[in-house]
């Protein structure tokens, strides 16, 4: 999913609904418009990815449950392959972004994703979907 231009129309969207509905709470002694403003903007942001972390989760669930499940010896895959897996395929970092987080080199990273590509990719042909 991510960050598209209807998803920062609707947090923008709902970032202003939410202004307008909680104007009442805001204190000028406290704090700037401006700050009370971005405070409310990041806490509609960290609610939306929080909703969608939920979403993804959720659609994997369900979809796990009906992708064939090869036994367990037949596949092994290492710790820091499935970090890579998650950091790429699921989260939606960059290969560079990926590779930074872990301390690892660029194309020891596009490697492991080129492997872990062939191997589901082989995984699918051997299941006879």
Do not use: C
Request: charged share 30%; hydrophobic share 35%.
């Amino acid at each position: 999913m991510g960050f598209s231009y209807e998803n920062a129309e609707d947090i923008l969207q709902e970032t202003f609904l939410k202004v307008v509905r909680l104007q009442h709470t805001y204190d000028p002694k406290k704090s700037k418009p401006e700050t009370w403003f971005n405070y409310v903007l990041f806490s509609t942001v960290k609610t939306f990815l929080k909703q969608q972390h939920r979403e993804e989760d959720k659609l994997l669930r369900l979809t796990s449950d009906m992708i064939y499940a090869p036994p367990a010896d037949e596949i092994e895959v290492e710790d820091q392959d499935l970090k890579i897996y998650d950091l790429y395929f699921h989260v939606g970092y960059s290969l560079k972004e990926v590779a930074s987080m872990l301390n690892m080199n660029y194309s020891t990273v596009t490697t492991r994703v080129s492997r872990l590509k062939e191997r589901v990719k082989k995984l699918y042909e051997n299941s006879n979907l």
